[in-house]
């Protein structure tokens, strides 16, 4: 699957939601939890349902009464395709400049700065 098919679109993004939560969920289990928020209805869920599968982003399987909807990429991929995708439209493809940004808007907190690091500590192989 090419990365541009990891970009999700907010609507697809509501549904990926639920089914990373709990698979495999109906098209009624699904509309009943997105009726509220964002307010959808059935039509709605199934047309999403439709046009994901067909993009190949979730599949289904045939089950008793209804079909039964998974996800088809992991939550994982799509964040760092989504995040990939970020850094390269704004920040030119530079995580310095995304940083630099961060940190002269004073958007990182002491915790934040501190995760950083660490995780920066770990990526360089170092305890």
């Known amino acids: 699957m090419q990365e541009r098919e990891l970009i999700l679109q907010q609507s697809e993004r509501y549904i990926m939601e639920k089914l990373w939560e709990e698979s495999p969920r109906t098209i009624m289990q699904l ?3 997105l009726k509220e928020n ?3 209805s059935k039509s709605t869920v199934n047309t999403l349902l439709g046009r994901m599968v067909e993009k190949g982003i979730i599949y ?7 079909r039964q909807y ?3 990429i992991r939550r994982e991929d799509a964040d760092i395709a989504e995040t ?3 850094i390269k439209r704004v920040y030119k493809g530079s995580v310095g400049m995304m940083m630099n ?3 002269r808007k004073n958007a990182l907190s002491e915790a934040d700065r501190e995760e950083l690091y ?3 500590r770990k990526g360089n192989g170092q305890k």
Request: aromatic content about 20%; glycine content about 12%.
């Open 38 to 40: 964002p307010g959808w």
């Open 70 to 72: 998974y996800p088809a």
């Open 31 to 33: 509309y009943y939890s």
């Open 60 to 66: 289904y399987e045939e089950g008793g009464k209804a």
């Open 84 to 86: 990939e995708s970020l």
């Open 118 to 120: 660490e995780i920066l």
């Open 101 to 103: 940004t961060m940190i």
